[in-house]
C-alpha cells in the first residue's frame, strides 16, 4: 500500500487542470502549454493522506477497512491509532493493543507534540508501552461504541496533554478541532483523486477556483 500519487495543478487558458502528469497539450484548449509565468507553472498539491509508519508521535485515523483512495465513502467507519517515535503504530481493537508496522500507508495525520517538547518525546515510546500495558486495554474491557479504538487514543492523548500542563479534551471536542477539519478536506481530495483516475485530468474554470477547491 502507497500515500498514492502526487497530483500536480496547473494554469491555462483560463482554466486550473488537476493531473498526475503535465501532458503535452492542454486538456482544455488542446493547446501546446506553454507556461507565461511562475502564477502557471506546475506545483503539486500538498496531500492530506501521509505515510502513517513514517510519522513520529501522532495522531492517525484510516478507513477500519480498504484505504482512504480506494474506499472510502465519507461515512465509513474509521479507526485510530497512536505512532510511537518509530512510526509503529499503537491501536486498539477486540484483539486488544496492536502494534502495527504495516497497514497504515494513507493515513491522516494529527501532530501531538508540540515542535519544543523534546524531553517528552524521549519519554514517549515508555508512556505509550505503559499505558498501553494495563488491564484498561486488555480484550475483554473492549465495547465497540463505548470503549473503543477512539477511547484509547483520546485517553493517551488526555495523559499527554497533562504532562504538557494543559487542558483535556473529550470526544466531541477533539472531533470537532482536529478531526472534522481533516476529514472533510481529505474527503475533497479523494473526490478529486478519483475524478483525475477516471478522465486523466480535471479541469475547473479559474473563477469558480476562488472558492478553493482544496
Ligand atoms: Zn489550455
Given at each position: 500500500m502507497q500515500p498514492g500519487r502526487a497530483i500536480i495543478q496547473f494554469r491555462h487558458c483560463g482554466k486550473d487542470v488537476y493531473c498526475f502528469r503535465v501532458p503535452d497539450l492542454c486538456p482544455a484548449c488542446h493547446g501546446p502549454?506553454?507556461?507565461?509565468?511562475?502564477?502557471?507553472?506546475?506545483?503539486?498539491?500538498?496531500?492530506?493522506?501521509?505515510?502513517?509508519?513514517?510519522?513520529?508521535c501522532v495522531f492517525l485515523l484510516r478507513p477500519t477497512l480498504g484505504t482512504f483512495l480506494r474506499d472510502y465513502d465519507g461515512n465509513a467507519d474509521l479507526h485510530v491509532g497512536i505512532t510511537n517515535t518509530h512510526g509503529i503504530v499503537y491501536n486498539y481493537n477486540e484483539q486488544g493493543v496492536q502494534r502495527d508496522e504495516v497497514g497504515w500507508e494513507q493515513s491522516i495525520s494529527i501532530p501531538l507534540l508540540q515542535p519544543n517538547m523534546f524531553g517528552l518525546m524521549d519519554q514517549w515510546d515508555k508512556y505509550l508501552e505503559?499505558?498501553?500495558?494495563?488491564?484498561?486495554?486488555?480484550?475483554?474491557?473492549?465495547?465497540?461504541?463505548?470503549?473503543?479504538?477512539?477511547t484509547y487514543a483520546l485517553t493517551f492523548i488526555n495523559y499527554i496533554l497533562t504532562a504538557e500542563g494543559k487542558h483535556q479534551l473529550d470526544k466531541d471536542e477533539f472531533t470537532e478541532k482536529f478531526v472534522v477539519p481533516r476529514t472533510r478536506r481529505a474527503s475533497k481530495y479523494i473526490t478529486l483523486y478519483r475524478a483525475i483516475e477516471e478522465g486523466g485530468f480535471y479541469v475547473i474554470d479559474r473563477l469558480d477556483s476562488d472558492t478553493n477547491l482544496l
Open positions: 502549454l506553454s507556461f507565461r509565468n511562475l502564477d502557471e507553472a506546475p506545483i503539486s498539491i500538498a496531500t492530506p493522506l501521509v505515510h502513517g509508519h513514517q510519522q513520529q505503559e499505558f498501553s500495558a494495563t488491564d484498561d486495554w486488555s480484550p475483554s474491557r473492549y465495547e465497540e461504541h463505548r470503549h473503543n479504538c477512539y
